[in-house]
């Protein structure tokens, strides 16, 4: 029974949202919201610039350490708690971690392995 009534509110919450939001907004259209916000500066340029494929790798890879410094945090924490398995399970997370840092530093050819 609990399950069907969050079933049911997970599907009229965002149905309700949607339509409630199509018939209170307003249709006034402003010349200022259909320019580029830039910490209210008026844009000058083209903002169509080409970002070099790097940078996306830096960032993708400083988001999945930011997340798996939360779960190291989390595991060295309650370490001396764990299991014999759940250390070796951790100590393989952090395997793998290092197995594609090493790949992705190779490819960047930043490292020589």
Excluded: N
Aim: proline share 3%; glycine share 6%.
């Amino acid at each position: 029974m609990g399950v069907a009534v969050f079933v049911l509110v997970a599907l009229l919450f965002p149905t309700l949202a949607f339509l409630l939001s199509r018939y209170i907004r307003t249709d006034r259209h402003d010349p200022r919201g259909e320019t580029t916000y830039e910490c209210g500066e008026e844009p000058m340029g083209d903002a169509q610039i080409q970002f070099h494929f790097q940078y996306y790798m830096y960032a993708i890879i400083f988001v999945a350490f930011d997340l798996v410094t939360v779960f190291i945090l989390l595991w060295a924490l309650a370490f001396s708690d764990l299991s014999q398995l759940a250390k070796v399970y951790v100590i393989m997370f952090l395997g793998i971690l290092l197995v594609g840092v090493a790949y992705a530093l190779k490819k960047e050819e930043i490292i020589w392995i």
